[in-house]
């Protein structure tokens, strides 16, 4: 498809609890970037992938945080053990080529997580 | 400091107004620069992308940047309600990766 798809729309845990959200980039896009945007549209980025492969991942907080992109699945972003700081919309972005082309990165809707 | 900065509004203007954003950046290595717009809940819709220096027209939508003084612009001509969004600066290079580093936004209102 032409959207990048990210699931779910709104997602509650509880203090402690594991929280893993999913994004399903654009058809024939090879990378993935997830961004965490919190107060006042503090982007934050986190992780990139090239097709299956890590391809940057200087701001991914190590000790909570994974993310996957597997071949045929849609790539994850996984927190174990959530505190009220990962409170934020994560955003997926997929793009054709690393350095960005003509277009950029495309953005799904993000996934709102409430930790509580 | 930020490698970004941009100043957050909020920007009210009547319709048909030219509206006029922009932001700064330290890092002199970034060679990529874009403008997203995003409405409430949804994610940023990229509106205009330039590599390096120069000027760069899309309809209403006109981007500058000017590496020299490492500044970028957004100018929206004839504004319409429907611009009422925020607006985020982004920029990236080469040696991080291709990650984008953003600017806060700046809130607009067209009225």
């Known amino acids: 498809g032409e959207e990048v798809a990210q699931t779910p729309k709104h997602l509650v845990r509880g203090e402690g609890q594991k929280a893993k959200l999913y994004c399903a980039p654009i058809k024939g896009h090879s990378y993935v970037f997830w961004y965490q945007q919190v107060l006042k549209n503090e982007f934050k980025f986190l992780i990139s992938f090239q097709n299956e492969n890590v391809f940057d991942e200087t701001g991914m907080p190590k000790e909570r945080f994974s993310a996957k992109c597997l071949p045929n699945s849609p790539c994850s972003l996984e927190i174990q053990a959530t505190k009220l700081e990962d409170s934020a919309v994560y955003f997926c972005?997929?793009?054709?080529?690393?350095?960005?082309?003509?277009?950029?990165?495309?953005f799904g809707s993000g996934t709102r997580l409430t930790v509580v | 400091q930020k490698e970004v900065e941009q100043d957050p509004g909020p920007l009210s203007v009547p319709e048909g107004a030219i509206v006029s954003l922009n932001c700064t950046y330290s890092n002199s290595a970034f060679q990529y620069f874009m403008w997203y717009r995003q409405y409430s809940r949804k994610g940023p819709e990229l509106l205009m992308y330039?590599?390096?220096?120069g000027n760069k027209e899309d309809g209403r939508f006109t981007a500058q940047v000017d590496k020299s003084s490492k500044y970028i612009s957004l100018f929206i001509r004839d504004s319409q309600p429907s611009d009422s969004a925020t607006y985020l600066c982004a920029m990236s290079d080469s040696n991080s990766g291709y990650a984008l580093n953003f600017g806060k936004g700046t809130s607009l209102l067209v009225t």
């Open positions: 972005a997929s793009s054709q080529y690393s350095g960005l082309g003509s277009y950029g990165y495309t």
């Open positions: 330039t590599y390096s220096s």
